[in-house]
């Protein structure tokens, strides 16, 4: 009679059972303690052999809590690893918080526990499950510690990885396969190869998990020697690399940016008739995408649609990232709009291929459809989609709209990164938005970003483009390990405030530290060097250039020097070195020459200049405008307004001068013939104001350039006031 009561009461939880599983219902309405325990016991066991959805699987776990069988160990971890499988290690931690301390005598509880928060990249607490573990006195075994060693890997920290080796030494698993596998790959995220090849070398049986382990160790520290090295020894000692070992050393190589060498082990992977996987194939198109030329990344998207591996999402992505890399936005167009499936990646690799290519607003519309999405609730964008978008606006001068993008970033709650801040910080040295600039310095300093190097350059370039010198140095001060960039910014940021001296000091303080100078310490002390009159200096520097230093001077070189003794006045010489350059003098080198002609009013060396200046193949419009300066200057009405008309002609316009001010953490920006501004009287007002102090002072402004002259189609003179 009990037999068939049990039965029918199985059967009447399974038809409740099966007709929920479509509406979601309760699985089971109610159920409580009897003498059926174990056959509910049992009943529980075949539901969680089921395919349960993660709201099914919330209700046997409250079931399992009215019913007490949540002390049952092996049930117990079986609902842990279903909650893993959805990715819930919030229930699964719940489910096991719930279980009395006396139910925690069972490994494995511990090993669920831990598999469900390691599997899900939840490290850290799957350390201090461990050490929970230890102090109920609970021992591990051999699944138990290759989970906690690949925690610490991710943790890092070397001596808290020491001590768990011990604890593998002393409970006797030194020799233990899968274990000393683990320690050999946690040794090499931690950059320990040789604490790894130690242990390696000590192994009494190695699998080709061993040998792969070590592999995979080389290429994360880009050791590719060493990674050769061992895929040598592993076929001298007569076992045969498999795919993943293939991929590995690939995946080595690649991070190593030995470009070519990649390609060549892929050739030589498919003429040993080697299987090409996936992975393989993701690992050669990224290196395709850094190399000159779209062609070899064509051949692998061949290869990719023979081998029929265009159904592998991270492929297509892959594919996506090498056409946009060659600005083959067509192609990485198609390939996004014909994938079935998407992730967040697909979508943030079409969105980087546009911005880096220059092309802000597509960008901001693929954007735009991401942040629509609503089949996909989790695809949403992140901080690598906003990034772009924001990097893309400020790498083509938008900075307004920049910032706009960083403010609905934040209200969006996503977390900057280092290339955010960078970006933005960018866009603040160029708007001179010094508030913004500080909020984002406090901003890297609650989340320890101003300890890298980007970032810590970034804020240096910020504040001293801003004229924040003092805090400009404090930062510099504070960065660990500064490079060639830090001192730059620095430099840079002196001169173009006019501050010489200061720029040169940094100049010599930098030679003292050691750090050897590059072009662009060179153009940033001899510009500064112009702006300050420093003649003989900025000689002298020009001079160690190339004696000392070994660096070829380029054209940015000599429109520096061409710029310092021009404003010198040594218009002569001045000329004389344009004249006698090695290399074809371009638009800036002859502008540099005669805005110095401008300056004296030398118009025997600008007719000169000017000759040279029509002969350009130049969209830039200051040069000309310089030249039909000089003319009007000289009351050469006819000849300054054939310049601008030829100027014209070309279909070359000038871009309008622009000045901005931040108040109040606005932009406020102002350009030649823009009057919409609000408070614009009250603008002027002051600006007469100052006119009469200068007056006032004896200040006499150069007049001669208070009205200038134009041709317009209809050849008529009109006067513009400037």
Known sequence: MLKNAASERFLSLSRRFTSSSSNQSPIITSLSLSSHHNELLHFFDALLQRSLTLHQARQLHSQFIVTTAHHSPFLASKL????????????ARKLFDAIPIEGLGNILLWNSILRANVSNGYYEYGVKVYVKMRKFGFLPDGFTLPLVIRACGYVGGYGLCRVLHCHVLEMGFRNHLHVVN???????????????????????????????????GHALNRDSVGACRIFKRMELEGLEPNPVTWTSLLSCNARCGLHDETLELFKLMRR????????????????????DGVDRGKEIHVYVIKGG??????????????????????????IFYD?????????????????????????????????????????????????????????????????????????????????????????????????????????AIRTMMDENILVGNGLINMYMKCGGFKEGHLVFDNIKGRDIISWNSLIGGYGMHGLGENAVKTFDEMIKAGMKPDNITFVAVLSACSHAGLVSVGRDLFDRMVTEFKIEPNVEHYSCMVDLLGRAGLLLEASDMVRNMPIEPNECVWGALLNSCRMYKDTDIAEETASHIATLKSEVTGSFMLLSNIYAASGRWEDSARVRVSAKTKGLKKIAGQSW??????????????????????????????????????????????????????????????
């Open 661 to 722: 001010i931040e108040v109040r953490k606005k932009v406020y920006t102002f350009s030649a013939g823009n009057v919409i501004h609000l408070g614009l009287d009250q603008v002027y007002g002051i600006l007469e104001e100052l006119a009469l102090q200068m007056t006032s002072e004896s200040y006499k402004p150069n007049s001669c350039f208070s009205q200038q002259c134009i041709k317009d189609e209809e050849s008529e003179l009109l006067l513009v006031a400037i």
């Open 272 to 291: 040993r008739g080697i299987e090409v996987s996936a992975e393989a194939l993701a690992v050669v198109l990224s290196v395709c995408a850094d190399m």
């Open 309 to 334: 591996y265009e159904d592998y999402l991270f492929v297509k992505n892959a594919l996506i990232g090498t056409y946009g890399k060659h600005e083959q936005l067509g192609d990485a167009h198609k």
């Open 339 to 443: 994938m079935k499936t998407k992730n967040l990646v697909s979508w943030n690799a079409l969105i980087s291929s546009y911005a880096e290519a220059g092309l802000y607003n597509e960008a901001y519309v693929i954007f735009s459809e991401l942040e629509k999405l609503d089949s996909h609730p989790q695809v949403r964008p992140n901080v690598i989609s906003w990034s772009a978008v924001i990097g893309g606006f400020a790498s083509k001068g938008h900075g307004e709209e920049s910032l706009i993008l960083f403010r609905r970033m934040q209200l969006a709650k996503v977390m900057s990164n280092c290339v955010t801040i960078c970006s933005v910080l960018s866009v603040c040295a160029e708007l001179a938005a010094l508030s913004l600039g500080r909020e984002l310095h406090g901003y």
């Open 80 to 91: 842990i690893a279903l909650y893993s499988r959805f990715g819930s290690v919030s229930d």
């Open 182 to 216: 683990e320690l050999v790959g946690m040794y090499g995220k931690l950059d320990r190869m040789g604490d790894a090849r130690q242990l390696f070398d000590g192994m009494l049986v190695r699998s080709i998990v061993s040998w792969n382990t070590m592999v995979s």
